[in-house]
């Protein structure tokens, strides 16, 4: 059984930065890519950021620039650093992974809140 627990969440002012982080537990042998997606209220999940197992990248285009994902394949975890952020950043933030079984799997989520 795969699990993901993610953490960083918080209220930051427009402006900060956050790091997210998402261990994951159980067989990471299949796992093909590993992303972050957010969702807004009101708003559809979309994804943010994801990174393939040869450490290919992809970005939203709205974090270009200010959005770096990242992995560690010893510590099983997949981190989610965030710049120069705004109001519209404000969503709760899931980790994904993917396998080569065509399988999804997804974390509580965290909420980011970007606010003065």
């Known amino acids: 059984q795969v699990q993901l627990v993610e953490s960083g969440g918080g209220l930051v002012q427009p402006g900060g930065s956050l790091r997210l982080s998402c261990v994951v537990s159980?067989?990471?042998?299949?796992?093909?890519?590993m992303g972050w997606y957010r969702q807004a209220p009101g708003k559809e999940r979309e994804l943010v950021a994801r990174i393939t197992n040869s450490g290919r990248t992809a970005y939203v285009d709205s974090v270009k620039g200010r959005c770096t994902i990242s992995k560690d394949n010893a510590k099983n975890m997949v981190y989610l650093q965030i710049n120069s952020l705004k109001p519209e950043d404000t969503a709760v933030y899931y980790c994904?992974?993917?396998?080569?079984?065509?399988?999804?799997?997804w974390g509580q989520g965290t909420q980011v809140t970007v606010s003065s």
């Open positions: 159980g067989s990471m042998f299949s796992i093909t890519a």
């Open positions: 994904n992974i993917e396998n080569i079984y065509g399988s999804t799997y």
